[in-house]
């Protein structure tokens, strides 16, 4: 019944809004369980649910509304309001939710008069909460009473429910100091939370000092997963991706990761199907503007989550360090994620090659660099001659770290998970693939990013004198349409 400050994992039967609800109601249960002795007010909870905007709280009333009449006739009753700037209401007696908005429970100042009552803040859809001035302000007062309340802090549960881990979630999750973050996957059967409590993560510091090129023998895992077809190595590349997120942020840590895909189309094609599964990506590859090299850079060293695809055309491009530094310095996770052709010769090089550039280097601050997994995924049955060759070749060629095959792979990523949920989740990722990524649709897209990145190469190529002609030849343009209109 005890509900610890590390993260859970839980799975809903449907993607509905009423699972969502039921879910709340078994941790608004959980909770009051686990404080029914130490507050006065056990009988009299209240749980807090913030939601991101008027429609969607108006949606959790009725969803909880509705749901209350049916647990009505169990023994549990359920009180259920919302909460605007000038709502006057009364706690009665069982559980209460009260629902509203990060902006109105900061205007109308009602967290203190709520403050003996609450033992649970939920913040709902937390991956889709901005940090603006209203989500600022509810953290701030919810800290500030933290630390002048002792008991409010010992009896309040505060939590994040999200569908997925994001920048957005993290953000509020700093702002907080670690509160429980909930986030929610389909699935056929219940599972339980995992009860192992984490210390409060430390703060992921980036350090501003030029990087250092000074060969290291980096702590490196290498993973061998073979698939039976193409569509399982998207299956479980995103759950690598899921399950390396939630373990990592779990811990304080910022997992940053680098999938090495075939060729630039089935870069896209991960993009595509990453972002249909609320995942972010970004393609990396030599077409690229300055601008948009420079954007993915900053955006991968920021303190959030991340995900890169290259593509192995540009491989020579992406051993250039002096491009590519960040990719070296902040890289947890390197994915091959590639189609093998039948020659070892060629697995050879592409794998010295990303071995020798990810462990080579130490971070710019000097530190000891994070340990790296590098992780390929094939579409070879574990009894093809060409997997075994490849997986001798891994572990006989290899100067740290040890190789695990793919009886250890799935192992660590089915710990603690259902088989149903694993099912679940294969239906899903075929869903998004077959729906989502057809031939045509990606070759439209990026055909329409690739050409936008065109247009931006073309600007910054202009000499200064064929920029002048245009701005020229523009306000001639403009003035002669004016004339006309006269």
């Known amino acids: 019944d005890d509900l610890s400050t590390s993260d859970l994992h839980l799975h809903s039967r449907d993607g509905s809004g009423k699972m969502l609800g039921y879910l709340l109601f078994l941790l608004n249960k959980c909770l009051q369980r686990r404080f029914s002795i130490a507050s006065q007010h056990a009988k009299q909870g209240v749980m807090l649910v913030l939601a991101p905007d008027v429609t969607r709280q108006d949606l959790i009333h009725n969803v909880f509304a509705n749901f209350a009449t049916k647990t009505t006739k169990y023994g549990m009753l359920m009180h259920v309001t919302t909460l605007s700037k000038a709502s006057c209401f009364e706690i009665n007696s069982g559980q209460t939710f009260i629902v509203t908005t990060p902006a109105v429970l900061a205007s109308a100042e009602q967290l203190e008069r709520l403050k003996p009552f609450v033992h649970a803040i939920v913040f709902d859809r937390a991956d889709t909460m901005n940090s603006d001035e209203s989500i600022r302000n509810i953290c701030n007062i919810v800290q500030a009473t933290i630390a002048e309340d002792q008991e409010f802090a010992r009896r309040v549960q505060i939590i994040l429910a999200s569908s997925c881990y994001s920048a957005n979630v ?238 250890e792979v799935k192992s660590i990523l089915y710990q603690d998970v259902s088989e149903a949920y694993m099912k679940a989740m294969k239906y899903r990722c075929e869903d998004v693939f077959h729906s989502k990524c057809s031939l045509r649709s990606i070759r439209q897209q990026m055909a329409k990013m690739i050409g936008k990145e065109m247009e931006m190469v073309k600007k910054e190529t202009q ?24």
């Open 463 to 486: 000499s200064p004198e064929s920029k002048q002609l245009k701005r020229k030849k523009l306000t001639r343009d403009r003035r002669q349409k004016v004339a006309r209109r006269r």
């Open 170 to 407: 993290l953000r509020i999750k700093e702002l907080l100091r670690s509160p429980l973050v909930v986030t929610l996957e389909e699935s056929t059967e219940e599972c339980t939370p995992d009860e192992e409590k984490h210390e409060i993560p430390p703060k992921f510091v980036l350090e501003e000092e030029p990087m250092k090129d000074v060969l290291v023998n980096r702590d490196i895992k290498h993973y061998l997963l073979g698939v039976e077809n193409s569509i399982d190595r998207y299956t479980w590349l995103y759950c690598i991706i899921k399950r390396t997120f939630e373990k990592h942020v779990g811990q304080g840590l910022c997992p940053k990761l680098v999938i090495v895909a075939a060729d630039l189309q089935t870069s896209y094609k991960l993009k595509v199907f990453f972002e249909a599964l609320s995942i972010p990506a970004e393609v990396f590859h030599r077409l690229l503007s300055k601008r948009s090299e420079e954007v993915l850079r900053k955006g991968f060293a920021k303190k959030t989550p991340s995900v890169i695809i290259v593509s192995e055309s540009i491989e020579e491009y992406f051993l250039d360090v002096g491009k590519c530094e960040t990719f070296v310095e902040f890289a947890t996770h390197v994915v091959n994620f590639t189609r093998q052709q039948g020659s070892l010769e060629s697995f050879d090089s592409r794998y010295h090659n990303t071995c020798e550039y990810f462990s080579s280097r130490v971070p710019r601050s000097g530190k000891a660099a994070l340990p790296l997994e590098i992780i390929t995924i094939l579409s070879l049955r574990e009894e093809n001659p060409l997997f075994q060759l490849l997986e001798n070749y891994i572990r006989h060629n290899t100067a740290t770290g040890a190789l695990e095959g793919s009886h």
